[in-house]
T-cell receptor
């Protein structure tokens, strides 16, 4: 059974640029959640995708957007990067909606640095 | 809004000893779940233990156990017989039964010393 994978591992961008982060969910999982973890902080929920549809969103501006594909892998896109977007971006997959019922399995994260 | 508070930014413990990490939360929901996640240095976050709010019995997983005080909205993690591999950031997290959003605390950095 393959776990959650994310790419790339590290990324350096400059302010104003756009970035795409990728996540492959664990086999058998149809739900992907994205979190932003700033240095020294706990993860903050960005949004969740369930069966290719956005299924809830945290307090993040519209320049954070996502996609989920038929194979349940997912992308996180961030436009007009700001310095405060520098963080570890975590992807988590689960089977079914709601982490309360189903454990979320986390990937290793993508470390984004915005200069 | 639900919030999770971890009041201990850092803790240390000697190998083989017991340590307790604190967590409080705030919610008006009656159906919810609580979690402790472990994030080792440069490694993936993994679930340590989970508690359903409707269960009165405290969850245990081997050396890990919780003290769930629903009325006080408190959810502490006890690690017994601490091992060097327990060194990590520990996050307390909450989700209500109808939500998709995990709410995390700021974490406690635990160091186990030999």
């Amino acid at each position: 059974e393959t776990g959650v994978t994310q790419s790339p591992t590290h990324l350096i961008k400059t302010r104003g640029q756009q970035v795409t982060l990728r996540c492959s969910s664990q086999s058998g999982h149809n739900t992907v959640s994205w979190y932003q973890q700033a240095l020294g902080q706990g993860p903050q929920f960005i949004f969740q995708y369930y069966r290719e549809e956005e299924n809830g969103r945290g307090n993040f501006p519209p320049r954070f957007s996502g996609l989920q594909f038929p194979n349940y892998s997912s992308e996180l896109n961030v436009n007009a990067l700001e310095l405060d977007d520098s963080a570890l971006y975590l992807c988590a997959s689960s089977s079914g909606q709601g982490a309360g019922y189903n454990e979320q399995f986390f990937g290793p994260g993508t470390r984004l640095t915005v200069l | 809004a639900q919030t999770v508070t971890q009041s201990q930014p850092e803790m240390s413990v000697q190998e083989a000893e017991t340590v307790t990490l604190s967590c409080t939360y705030d919610t008006s929901e009656s159906n919810y779940y609580l979690f402790w996640y472990k994030q080792p240095p440069s490694r993936q976050m993994i679930l340590v233990i989970r508690q359903e709010a409707y269960k009165q019995q405290n969850a245990t997983e081997n050396r890990f156990s919780v003290n769930f005080q629903k009325a006080a909205k408190s959810f502490s993690l006890k690690i017994s017989d601490s091992q060097l591999g327990d060194t990590a950031m520990y996050f307390c997290a909450f989700i209500d039964g109808g939500s998709e959003k995990l709410v995390f605390g700021k974490g406690t950095k635990l160091t186990v010393n030999p």
